[in-house]
Every structure is written in structure tokens, then in C-alpha cells.
T-cell receptor
Framework: KNEVEQSPQNLTAQEGEFITINCSYS?????LHWLQQHPGGGIVSLFM???GKKKHGRLIATINIQEKHSSLHITASHPRDSAVYIC??????????????FGTGTLLAVQP | KAGVTQTPRYLIKTRGQQVTLSCSPI?????VSWYQQTPGQGLQFLFE???????NKGNFPGRFSGRQFSNSRSEMNVSTLELGDSALYLC????????????FGPGTRLTVL
């Protein structure tokens, strides 16, 4: 079983739709990261969170530590949001907190 | 503030050769982590350097090595290249404390023929 599970793997939405991507993890973490990667492009860090909720523009990230679950929401989606969204966790034990373990990513396509 | 830079951006090598990739972190950042991204395995952690010392290591063979200099710049080396080493190699820098946000470079795309 993967330590970090993301769903869905693929997502197609119409412009303007509200989008949710989910991430579940199996052990205690120091922080959870949401990353964005455009095709052929580099990785951009969207959020880092260890509790509660963060908002940046049309993006919202939430985390529930007890349930070991995080969600990334995109409101009023736009074609430029089309990218791979990756959940990554830094594990709490073993002094390896800057070692990120990644989910497999969610490929989002927003159609006009 | 300049972002994380990686050189070269693209590289083509043949099996058996060795390669050195470079990463310059954001000014003031002391931690540099290296990751490999392949279509089959996704993103995987290679190693992390902090203050010139390897602090964490992933599950990669000894052909993969790295180092960090006093100015926090880091290099990674892959010896005796194999076809399966073809990948996007990313580095990320952070201040270095537990759970600090990591800032990713654009990556070096290595192709092994």
C-alpha cells in the first residue's frame, strides 16, 4: 500500500466548475504539501500546511490530521489550471522531515 | 530574490558514462533536496544535504551520490549510467528546519541512450 494516496488520478472539468482533489496518508507527518506541475514544466509549491486551512486566490487547501486526509479545492476553474497536482508529505519520525513522499498525482484538464 | 536554479537543463549521455548535475538554492537556504521523476515511478526522494552534510537518503543505489558546498550549492553525480536513469532530476531548497516549505528548481532532464 502506498504511503500517500491521491484521488482521482484523472479529472476533466468544464470551465467554472468547483474541483476537489483528495490526498490520504498513512503515518504521522510534519507537513503536507500541494504541488503543481504543468506539462513539460517545473514544479511549483502551492501550499504547505500542517493543520487547518489555507487559501490563495481560487485555491483552498484543507487538512484533517486526525483523519490523515487533505483536500485541494479549485473554485471557478479555468483552462490555465490544467496541470498535474501532486500531494507530498514530510514524515514526522526518524528525523527525516525534509524527506518528501509523493502521491502519484492528479492530472486535471479544464475544458473551455 | 532569485529562485532555485539548476544546470544544465537538458543532458544526453550514453550508458556507462557519468554525469554531474548542479543546483543553486535560494539565497539563505541551507537545505537542498534532490528528487528523481520518471513516468513509471513518479517522484522519488534521492537525498538531502544540510550544511554540507547528507542528512537523509532515499532508496537509490550507490551510483547516485551528492555533495554540498559551503555556499549551499549542491551537486549530484550519477556514475555508470543506465537506461533507467533517464528522468527529470529536481532539486528543492528550504531554510532547513523541520517541515520548511521547499522551493523547486526547473529540473534537469537527463536522457541516457
Amino acid at each position: 500500500k502506498n504511503e500517500v494516496e491521491q484521488s482521482p488520478q484523472n479529472l476533466t472539468a468544464q470551465e467554472g466548475e468547483f474541483i476537489t482533489i483528495n490526498c490520504s496518508y498513512s503515518v504521522g507527518i510534519s507537513a503536507l504539501h500541494w504541488l503543481q506541475q504543468h506539462p513539460g514544466g517545473g514544479i511549483v509549491s502551492l501550499f504547505m500546511l500542517s493543520s487547518g486551512k489555507k487559501k490563495h486566490g481560487r485555491l483552498i487547501a484543507t487538512i484533517n490530521i486526525q483523519e490523515k486526509h487533505s483536500s485541494l479545492h479549485i473554485t471557478a476553474s479555468h483552462p490555465r489550471d490544467s496541470a498535474v497536482y501532486i500531494c507530498a508529505v514530510g514524515f514526522l519520525y526518524g528525523g527525516a522531515t525534509n524527506k518528501l513522499i509523493f502521491g502519484t498525482g492528479t492530472l486535471l484538464a479544464v475544458q473551455p | 530574490k532569485a529562485g532555485v536554479t539548476q544546470t544544465p537543463r537538458y543532458l544526453i549521455k550514453t550508458r556507462g558514462q557519468q554525469v554531474t548535475l548542479s543546483c543553486s538554492p535560494i539565497s539563505g537556504h541551507r537545505s537542498v533536496s534532490w528528487y528523481q521523476q520518471t513516468p513509471g515511478q513518479g517522484l522519488q526522494f534521492l537525498f538531502e544535504y544540510f550544511s554540507e552534510t547528507q542528512r537523509n537518503k532515499g532508496n537509490f543505489p550507490g551510483r547516485f551520490s551528492g555533495r554540498q558546498f559551503s555556499n549551499s550549492r549542491s551537486e549530484m553525480n550519477v556514475s555508470t549510467l543506465e537506461l533507467g536513469d533517464s528522468a527529470l532530476y529536481l532539486c528543492a531548497s528550504s531554510l532547513g528546519g523541520d517541515g520548511n516549505e521547499q522551493f523547486f528548481g526547473p529540473g534537469t532532464r537527463l536522457t541516457v541512450l
